[in-house]
């Protein structure tokens, strides 16, 4: 029997967005295997593109880009990354300032800008090189498991389908987040908060603009965890004026700049980004199935798995696991375009 793996790239926004969640359906339904995928697919009148996607991936399972080769269409997975915007930071950067390479290809990071002078007639002109490092984007994989029952799959009503496409969405925002994060953090050295009061605030954020706010172009970023955006929303001086009146506890703008809210930014930290000076992109999602695994359905799972670790079986408990991967890329490609700061208590007693 083939089983089925579904890659997706991109088509008309309107309707691609929801092409993936889809297609993960009738994965489920078909328990994997494409024909029967298809079928099911077909009896059902699903979209054209869902359709055309599910044929395409029975030729190929082992390639994740063999199917939007043979389709020739780029637009699916655009439209579903842009659809995460409200969900990921990352997708939310890669659609608005972020610097967009492909995956597996060397480019090159601005360790310092050139420098230019004006000069006096009949003078030499004087311009300092840029120094360059070499780094290539490499190609990693976030991967994000779902459980669901049988009957929700089955359901054709919208807002079983609603709910599938929210857990899928939510799953892969949450998975690809905590992968960037990780890379755009490592190596920095966050600098300590020095006080709980508005005006420590501020000038803690006033540092931070200094380090990463050097040349005022750029598409600058603060990313942080719910402690501090709901500190930062609620934050006010003794006359109870707020100091961030733009700011809500699921993000806003704090100093004019928009303020990004992800769970997989470390509690009492913030970070200033510049977008511009990190490379990314997103080349394919892919989705599968699995009905006779045991698993550990746990936030925190034991790795490796110990005697205490409870396996449940999704065969005796009648139900299916979707796994999406994400086939994506992100490097800090300009020196300072990050920083941070941690150990934030803003608003707290003194």
Known sequence: ?????????????????????????????????????????????????????????????SDPTWGGALDGRAEVISAFVESLRSKSVFARLLADGMTRLPLKTRAAIVTANATAWATGEGMPISVSAMSLAGSALEERKAAALIVLSNE??????????????????SAVADAIDASFLDIVTDGLTPIAATGTTPAAALTDLRTLLGLVNTTGAGSLYFLMGADVANRAATLAGSDSTLTFPAMGPLGGEMLNTPALVSSA??????????????????????????????????????????????????WQENKVAILARAYFGAEVIRAGSIAALDGIAWGAAP
């Open 265 to 314: 930014m470390l509690s009492g930290q913030i970070a200033l980004l510049d977008a511009t000076g990190i490379a990314g992109e997103i080349e394919a999602v892919t989705v599968s199935l699995s009905d006779q695994a045991s698993i550990e359905m746990d936030s925190a799972p034991s790795s490796p798995p110990n005697a205490a670790t409870v396996l449940r079986s999704l």
């Open 1 to 61: 029997m083939q089983r089925f793996s579904s890659v997706l790239d991109r088509e008309d926004h309107a309707e691609a967005a929801g092409v993936l969640c889809e297609v993960a359906r009738f994965v489920a339904l078909g328990r994997g295997d494409a024909m029967q995928s298809l079928a099911l697919a077909q009896a059902e009148r699903a979209s054209e593109l869902a359709l055309r996607y599910i044929k395409s991936a029975a030729g190929s399972l």
């Open 152 to 169: 929700l799959i089955r359901s054709t009503s919208p807002a079983a389908r609603a709910l599938l496409d929210a857990s899928l969405k």
